[in-house]
């Protein structure tokens, strides 16, 4: 790894891409356009390096320095802080001790992953990046093969994303799905059988599924609350439910498709 150069100064224009990482609406009109994210935590900085994401720079504490010889990144620029010049400029205390800033990747179309997979999971209107986050890394532990959303879905690569799905956003292909919802019909033009997860009385229990239904699914999952919209429900092919006891109604979003997930892989 490089030498690191010490910022003392939280104004410091060396250290732009990391200011007010908390503050969701300045993120998102400052990385997508610039075409960057970041990348929060050693773990996640490696597996970033090994998915092959191009480096840009790394802003670490400067007790961590030499933790993180052995870092490929070239001739990227590394800036060490103590805590709190971390923490004016980022907005929050960096716990896990270091950040990169990484250049994003040409986005994947619709077509491309639908190509490639077997099992997908699509998402309308998650726009929460926690649970963006952990649906990705189930749907890498529990075999689904992509990811699908719509257009108004949170970015996949938001710091927040990347973090609690512990880097494997890196792992799972994605793209965005449009016009939303009448490209589910390219879903299901593709060979796919579209199954909407929903708590409605009416739904057919998700272990029920035929053989042909399980061949090809295509898990469509909707934003905590509302769920899915009315017309995505009618996009589909059948209606699923995970049975529950007790009285509850629903899980979590990210809990319910995990559950999914499972079920839909568990004869592979």
């Not at 802080?81 to 986005?107: N, Y």
């Not at 093969?145 to 108004?152: G, M, N, R, Y």
């Not at 009315?230 to 589909?236: C, D, G, K, P, V």
Request: proline letters at 6%; glycine letters at 6%; charged letters at 25%.
């Amino acid at each position: 790894m490089q030498a690191a150069e010490t910022i003392t100064d939280h104004h410091d224009e060396r250290i732009a891409d990391y200011r007010a990482l908390t503050d969701v609406e300045l993120r998102t009109r400052w990385e997508p356009p610039n075409g960057l994210f970041i990348a929060e935590g050693e773990l996640v900085l490696r597996r970033a390096l090994r998915a092959g994401y191009r480096i840009r720079s790394v802003l670490i504490d400067a007790k961590r320095v030499a933790q993180l010889d052995d870092l490929p990144i070239g001739d990227a620029p590394v800036y060490a802080g103590d805590q709190a010049t971390l923490e004016a400029i980022t907005g929050f205390h960096v716990h896990r001790g270091v950040l990169a800033s990484f250049h994003r990747k040409p986005g994947l179309d619709a077509a491309q992953v639908l190509r490639a997979a077997q099992r997908i999971a699509i998402l309308e209107d998650i726009n929460n990046h926690t649970n963006v986050g952990a649906l990705f890394r189930s749907a890498a532990a529990l075999g689904m093969d992509a990811v699908l959303l719509s257009p108004t879905c949170a970015d996949p690569l938001y710091r927040r994303s990347v973090r609690v799905s512990m880097g494997e956003v890196f792992a799972v292909p994605y793209a965005r799905l449009e016009p939303w919802p009448d490209a589910l019909d390219r879903v299901k033009e593709a060979g796919f059988t579209v199954l909407a997860l929903t708590p409605a009385a009416d739904a057919v229990p998700i272990q029920t599924l035929s053989a042909a239904q399980r061949a090809r699914p295509a898990l469509l999952l909707g934003a905590e609350g509302p769920g899915l919209t009315e017309r995505a429900q009618r996009a589909a092919d059948a209606r699923v439910v995970i049975p529950m006891r007790r009285g509850v109604d629903s899980l979590n979003v990210a809990n319910a498709a995990a559950v999914a997930f499972w079920e839909l892989n568990r004869d592979l």
